[in-house]
T-cell receptor, first 114, second 112 residues
Framework: NAGVTQTPKFRVLKTGQSMTLLCAQDMNHEYMYWYRQDPGMGLRLIHYSVGEGTTAKGEVPDGYNVSRLKKQNFLLGLESAAPSQTSVYFC?????????????FGEGSRLTVL | QQQVKQSPQSLIVQKGGISIINCAYENTAFDYFPWYQQFPGKGPALLIAIRPDVSEKKEGRFTISFNKSAKQFSLHIMDSQPGDSATYFCAAIPYNTDKLIFGTGTRLQVFP
């Protein structure tokens, strides 16, 4: 029972490089989210999706792009990485944010930008 | 921007003691108040949640109290155990949105 799977788990980039984080969920959830977690700042929403083919901006979307081409996958892209994007990134999914509020999180992807 | 403020940032409690974490929100447009628990190296997981029409909810040793007039809600962990050592996040869902807004987190350490 995989739940939410994130790849890769660790990555080191140089400033200006690009990369994509992949999130896959096997619970047939409509909603998917990308958060970043930084010390003292909690979890901040980057982008989210309310269904296949849709995306929307969260609290801190600048410098990131996302795509939801398939219901089970949500990709987070960094076109030109900056040291400020060093963080732990969490993907989450939910059946319905309005009624339950229960998000199921992956185990995180630790990104370091040098 | 709607915000959720959480305190304390860190908390040290002896085994058997009560752990109390507080959160406050800045306006009344919130619909649902979950608490998430995160162990090191793992993603957060839902612990317990409350809606604003209820003043208190208890699940085992965990209790949420909600004070709508003060715009505050808190998590109480009774008989705290070393296994409760984790980071706790409060959160809220503003009305008519699909976003979950998190507090800044409280790192709880329970010593035997």
């Amino acid at each position: 029972n995989a739940g939410v799977t994130q790849t890769p788990k660790f990555r080191v980039l140089k400033t200006g490089q690009s990369m994509t984080l992949l999130c896959a969920q096997d619970m047939n959830h409509e909603y998917m989210y990308w958060y970043r977690q930084d010390p003292g700042m909690g979890l901040r929403l980057i982008h989210y999706s309310v269904g296949e083919g849709t995306t929307a901006k969260g609290e801190v979307p600048d410098g990131y792009n996302v795509s939801r081409l398939k219901k089970q996958n949500f990709l987070l892209g960094l076109e030109s990485a900056a040291p400020s994007q060093t963080s732990v990134y969490f993907c989450a999914s939910s059946r319905d944010a309005f009624y339950t509020g229960e998000l199921f999180f992956g185990e995180g992807s630790r990104l370091t930008v040098l | 921007q709607q915000q959720v403020k959480q305190s304390p940032q860190s908390l040290i409690v002896q085994k058997g003691g009560i752990s109390i974490i507080n959160c406050a929100y800045e306006n009344t447009a919130f619909d649902y108040f979950p608490w998430y628990q995160q162990f090191p190296g793992k993603g957060p997981a839902l612990l317990i949640a409350i809606r604003p029409d209820v003043s208190e909810k208890k699940e085992g040793r965990f209790t949420i109290s909600f004070n709508k007039s003060a715009k505050q809600f808190s998590l109480h962990i009774m008989d705290s155990q070393p296994g409760d050592s984790a980071t706790y996040f409060c959160a809220a869902i503003p009305y008519n949105t699909d976003k979950l807004i998190f507090g800044t987190g409280t790192r709880l350490q329970v010593f035997p």
